[in-house]
């Protein structure tokens, strides 16, 4: 998440959206190294969100149960959309970055850490395919996944790839919508 705060532009005081928020870790650390006003945090999955509320003790986040591709909120709400590893896990990943557009507001950041499927190409990676459940034949390439972030109006201000020991294969993006 440091990492990503240096690609970003500050977000004090802003209203921001995760995705995938699972038990709250990411709202927590997003809390942390960028001093929003805001989080709006949300997970299909209700245990999480359950968890999420328990483990969190600000006030300033909302945790809501709701899917990536299909928002409860208006259009052009949010100053920054994060997304910590989950979009590889959504088949349709299309509709989700429309949908992350489609929240953002104007000159709004998507700011993202997610694997790509030449993830899955590295020797640990391949481990990794053969034991985890992802919708491997609709996961996009990163370079097809920045393509189609640019196909929607998004201008990409700083991309990443990372690759720690040679182990797996990630990406950073932030992206001004």
């Known amino acids: 998440v440091k990492r990503l705060r240096k690609l970003s532009s500050p977000l004090a005081k802003k209203i921001v959206l995760e995705i995938g928020c699972g038990n709250g870790t990411g709202a927590r650390l997003i809390q942390k190294y960028f001093s929003t006003e805001k989080i709006y945090a949300v997970d299909l ?87 985890l459940k992802h919708p491997y034949e609709e996961m996009y390439k990163l370079d097809e996944f920045i393509e189609y972030l640019e196909k929607l109006g998004f201008k990409i201000k700083a991309r990443k790839s990372y690759c720690p020991l040679g182990l797996i294969k990630y990406f950073a993006v932030v992206a001004e919508g």
């Open 45 to 131: 999955d209700e245990k999480m969100i359950e968890i999420a509320k328990k483990k969190n003790d600000n006030e300033n986040t909302i945790f809501e149960v709701a899917s990536a591709t299909k928002l409860p909120y208006e259009s052009d709400t949010f100053d920054a959309v994060f997304d910590f590893g989950v979009i590889h896990h959504i088949p349709n990943w299309k509709d989700c970055l429309k949908e992350l557009k489609r929240v953002l507001k104007p000159g709004g950041e998507l700011i993202l850490e997610d694997l790509s499927i030449e993830t899955f190409e590295t020797f640990f990676g391949k481990i990794m395919k053969a034991t």
